[in-house]
């Protein structure tokens, strides 16, 4: 057979390298903009960022960015999840009920009926999807009417006070500890937990398989089915959890908790960087997202700017974050494409 | 001895098509066995089968004496079924080492995935295929040989004792082939049983000792290999006579078509330089990863080119402009063809019209009679294998596939035809249908630029063979001297040929 030499060893791509750094850029590039738009707001109006201010930053960003997580996960297999504002609802006002039946309830008690409720919701998400073989987003939609109705139902107009809740439960929604408030810890505790699975573990990775191509998973004898119907039991279990903390935040819960809050998660989603196509992005990028929205609705007023306007910051940004991730990833292509195999 | 793996009674339908049926095959441990049809003869499908992606028809499966259910390809992973699929199934998002252990990463405390293991492992799995290509960077972008060797890692890797293999070489060249075939050798030798499929008859005489021929889903014979000549196997192939080379037919050559002057894409290729005469098929040879397909795509616009100049009859095309590319008559049949070739949810008749839309219809709408009489035209002269042509492009055998991809292009009646891999999977019928079709192309006036890994065809074809080796031009060689020693000594670097 002929004999091929050596060529000289050619360093790795450069590709790789920047494909790499990709995910780096994207993350740095919402915390970019989040420093940026902190600064510009504190130059206007140094009282932005005053102890209680941070903390008022971080709290309201906790509910959203446990549900963007929660999202997350689910758009990086390839679908969404609609329902978990409806979710959020029914789990918030679950925990009212409870506490109204059974003032004496622990909170930890409290918290997992909360997140075994969302599971559940979850649950049927993820049946509907796996059995019936329709889209999620038509699933979830769906799902995201009969939640809010059986809200409604159960409601019936009532309203739960404050005054039916323990006192403890409620500060659970304001207290600090080292200047956290105790409800950004828990949303701290998820998303590490949940970006460890995802990067880690196996069926972390599997989920980012079936996001990049649901056709080659099967061929690959990847468990679809129960990774996606996992996924959904996972986001539906993050919203239940975030529901009983809008219950301890809030103190007030009526029918209407969460309503409409779904389209902010995906908008969050997909500030973060997670691409609606699935397979890429991570749920710290999706956190991130819920930050930055959150401080843009806070930062707007201070600058003077109407609150009209607020809807199209939002829809500014998301259109931003979608061009820098085509241009990203454009980039990347253009570069991954160089020549990457070379003979020994 | 007894067979390690026989499959018996095998049938199974589409709809009205009846991909395979009562076929019976058996491999035995040690021994490479080959399988071989026409286009859309069933081999996929079998091979489908025994990867646990369809439940059969009827039929059974028996491994080492024991029957085998198989409920989904993870089920043939587990008895030790290791499969290559004709079209690469790697997902794009994830690292090269990532794509290789989905599923079955080393694990270190806590069942965690080992990071660090997993890519020590997918780089001792490259060298042994001679390969250098960097673990870490995510499948996204690499070109269908470099796909196909992932494929290959990935089911060496499992270690298994059945080893199938569909179509693994169709896109790679001489140097990578003998790499495959020495792996491929060394697992036989330790006793797996190999199944191989190839439109390249020196492939399978050179590995397999056992050949079985397939034709409209039934098995035709097996035979053993040293008894076997190219000529029978085809002759039960086809069911009648065909010459497996067309002869190329002499046509004038005439005016400049196609100058490429000083193209270079930094890190890619550098200072490419030629002329494609209107008449004239010339032949771009290399290995992979030498940077043919690249420099065909920054002609036609798709990449941008860091300097040099294009010129289609003395036009200069602006930089990364296919629109441009096209209206000055060029076609591009790319080597991607699930990728760049087919929109794989649509029609037969529907992608085979996509690019000439416009020459179809009539103020402004699209009559679908046009459409489909112009398909029929082309599906009919590269006898493409469909149902109806109403059906998906996805459902199609792979040659098949490649043959839409093919009329696609040729339907919009191109000045400069540029194609990559023409013949991808496509056998030998029509492989000789596709040679005197371009033949006749070049005989209209039309200048070729052809792509290929395939040396026969090359040689056969090319009035004139450029040879790349890593991005540059190593060679021009004219027919009268263009041989075999000759283009692979410019392909691997070893001589500048004048
Ligand atoms: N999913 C499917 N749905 C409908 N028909 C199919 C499907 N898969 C294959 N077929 C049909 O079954 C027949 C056999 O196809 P198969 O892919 O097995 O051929 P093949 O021998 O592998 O051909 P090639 O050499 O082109 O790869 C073809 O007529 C094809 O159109
Ligand atoms: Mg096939």
Redesign the interface.
């Known amino acids: 057979?002929?004999t091929?030499?050596a060529?000289p060893?050619?360093p790795?791509?450069?590709?790789?390298r920047l494909?790499?750094r990709a995910f780096l850029v994207r993350e740095l590039g919402i915390a970019l903009a989040l420093g940026l738009l902190v600064a510009v707001t504190f130059a206007v109006n140094p009282r932005f960022l005053s102890a209680q201010n941070i903390k008022d930053l971080l709290l309201g960003s906790t509910i959203l960015a446990i549900l963007a997580v929660g999202q997350a996960i689910v758009v990086i297999t390839r679908n969404v999840d609609l329902s978990v504002g409806s979710i959020l609802g029914l789990s918030a006002f679950a925990t009212g009920a409870l506490f109204v039946a059974a003032p004496g309830t622990p909170i930890a008690v409290m918290l997992l009926a909360g997140v075994a409720l969302g599971a559940v919701l979850g649950a049927v998400n993820g049946g509907l999807i796996a059995t019936a073989k329709v889209p999620a987003l038509v699933v979830t939609l769906g799902t995201l009417y009969v939640f809010r109705g059986l809200d409604y139902m159960w409601a019936t107009g009532r309203q739960i006070n404050a005054a039916d809740m323990p006192p403890g439960f409620l500060r659970m929604g304001t207290d600090t500890v080292l200047g956290m408030p105790v409800l950004a810890l828990f949303a701290a505790a998820v998303l590490i937990a949940v970006g460890y699975y995802l990067r880690?573990?196996?069926g972390g990775?599997?989920l980012?398989?079936i996001?990049?191509?649901p056709?080659?998973?099967?061929?690959?004898?990847?468990?679809a089915g129960r990774r996606v119907f996992a996924a959904f039991v996972a986001s539906g279990a993050l919203a239940g959890l975030a529901g009983v903390l809008h219950a301890a935040r809030f103190g007030t819960i009526d029918a209407n908790a969460g309503l409409g809050s779904e389209l902010n998660v995906v908008a969050a989603v997909v500030v973060g960087g997670v691409a609606i196509f699935g397979?890429?992005g991570s749920v710290y990028g999706a956190a991130l997202g819920a930050v930055l929205l959150t401080t843009i609705r806070a930062a707007l007023p201070v600058l003077g700017i109407s609150p009209f306007w607020q809807g199209a910051a939002v829809g500014a940004l998301i259109l931003a974050a979608i061009g820098l991730d085509r241009a990203l990833s454009a980039r990347?292509?253009?570069s991954?494409?160089?020549?990457?195999?070379?003979?020994? | 001895m007894p067979p390690l793996l026989t499959l018996d009674g095998l049938s199974k339908s589409f709809g009205a098509v009846a991909a395979l049926q009562d076929v019976r095959l058996e491999l035995f441990g040690g021994e490479a066995h080959a399988l071989v049809g026409e286009n859309g003869a069933g081999k996929s499908t079998l091979v489908k089968i025994l990867a646990g992606v369809y439940p059969p028809d009827a039929g059974t499966i028996t491994l080492d004496g024991q029957p085998l259910s198989l409920s989904g390809p993870a089920d043939a992973r587990s008895a030790g079924i290791a499969v290559i699929y004709q079209e690469p199934t790697l997902f794009p998002d994830l690292s090269v080492a990532e794509n290789i252990f989905i599923g079955r990463q080393p694990l270190r405390s806590l069942r965690r995935i080992d990071l660090a293991k997993m890519r020590a492992r997918a780089a001792e799995l490259f060298a042994r295929l001679g390969v250098r290509l960097d673990p870490d960077r995510p499948a996204r972008g690499l070109s269908i040989a470099d796909q196909q060797l992932v494929e290959i890692a990935k089911a060496i890797s499992l270690e298994a004792r059945v080893l199938v293999m569909d179509e693994p070489t169709a896109a790679l060249s001489g140097v990578e082939v003998e790499r495959l075939f020495a792996v491929t050798r060394a697992l036989r030798d330790a006793g797996a049983a190999v199944l191989f499929i190839s439109h390249r008859f020196d492939e399978v005489f050179a590995l397999c000792q056992r050949i079985t021929v397939m034709r409209d889903g039934r098995r035709v014979s097996t035979g053993v290999t040293q008894s076997l000549t190219v000529d029978a196997v085809v002759r039960q192939m086809v069911g009648r006579e065909v010459s497996a080379m067309f002869d190329k037919q002499p046509a004038a050559i005439g005016e400049p078509r196609l100058e490429v002057r000083g193209l270079t894409r930094h890190g890619v290729f550098a200072d490419i330089g030629f002329t494609v005469h209107s008449g004239e098929i010339v032949a771009l040879a290399g290995l992979v990863g030498a940077g043919r397909s690249e420099v065909i795509r920054a002609i036609f616009g798709i990449d941008r080119r860091d300097a040099g100049e294009v010129l289609v009859d003395g036009a200069a095309l602006p930089n990364a402009d296919t629109a441009a590319a096209i209206k000055a008559g060029i076609a591009l049949v790319p080597e991607d063809r699930r990728q760049q070739g087919l929109v794989m949810e649509l029609s037969v008749e529907r992608n085979a019209t996509l690019p000439r839309r416009w020459a179809l219809t009539r103020a402004g709408l699209l009559f679908p009679g046009a459409e489909s009489r112009a398909a029929a035209t082309w599906a009919q002269r590269l006898q493409v294998k469909a149902a109806r042509l109403t059906d998906p492009v996805a459902t199609l055998s792979g040659g098949n596939q490649q043959k839409v991809v093919l009329a696609k292009w040729l339907a919009t009646a191109p000045r400069v035809l540029i194609v990559d891999e023409p013949t991808r999977g496509i056998d030998v019928g029509t492989k000789a249908e596709v040679h005197r079709l371009l033949s006749t192309l070049a005989a209209d006036g039309v200048a070729v630029l052809m792509v290929s890994s395939e040396l026969p065809e090359v040689l056969g074809m090319a009035d004139r063979v450029l040879v790349m080796h890593e991005g540059r031009l190593t060679a021009d060689i004219p027919r009268a001297r263009a041989g075999e020693e000759a283009v692979m000594l410019a392909a691997t670097g070893q001589a500048a040929a004048a």
């Open positions: 057979m002929m091929v030499d060529p060893v050619r790795q791509t450069r590709g790789a494909a790499r880690h573990y196996r990775r599997e980012y398989a996001g990049s191509d056709a080659a998973a099967r061929l690959s004898g990847i468990p397979g890429s990347v292509a253009r991954l494409r160089e020549r990457n195999v070379t003979h020994v």
